[in-house]
C-alpha cells in the first residue's frame, strides 16, 4: 500500500501509535467480578476466567507447584507493572 492510499482517519499505524501505552495497576480495582461474568462470555473471554479458575484451584492445592508465565505482548499491551512477587496469601513467591 502506498502513501496516497492509506486512510487518513480510522486505523492505521499513526493512530495507533499517538499514544503512549499506559500501564493498569493491577491492585488498585477488585476484577473477581468482571472475571467471573467472563465465564458466561465466548472464546477468549471464557478461556480467561476459565484460567482464573484453575489458578483460585492451584492455590488451595498445598502439593501443587505454582509458577507463572507471562506473553511478551502481555507488557506491550500494558501490563508491565509486575515486580517478580506474587502474594499467595502465605507470604511473597
Known amino acids: ?29 477488585d476484577a473477581r467480578p468482571i472475571i467471573d461474568a467472563m465465564s458466561k462470555m465466548s472464546f477468549t473471554s471464557r478461556e480467561t476466567a ?25 507488557s506491550a499491551a500494558g501490563c508491565n507493572r509486575f515486580d517478580g512477587r506474587i502474594d499467595c496469601g502465605y507470604g511473597f513467591l
Open 1 to 29: 500500500m502506498n502513501k496516497s492510499s492509506s486512510p487518513t482517519v480510522g486505523h492505521n499505524k499513526s493512530s495507533f501509535l499517538n499514544k503512549a501505552i499506559e500501564h493498569i495497576d493491577i491492585t488498585s480495582f
Open 50 to 74: 476459565n484460567a482464573a479458575q484453575i489458578y483460585n484451584e492451584m492455590l488451595n492445592d498445598k502439593n501443587c507447584t505454582i509458577f507463572l508465565t507471562l506473553a511478551g505482548s502481555t
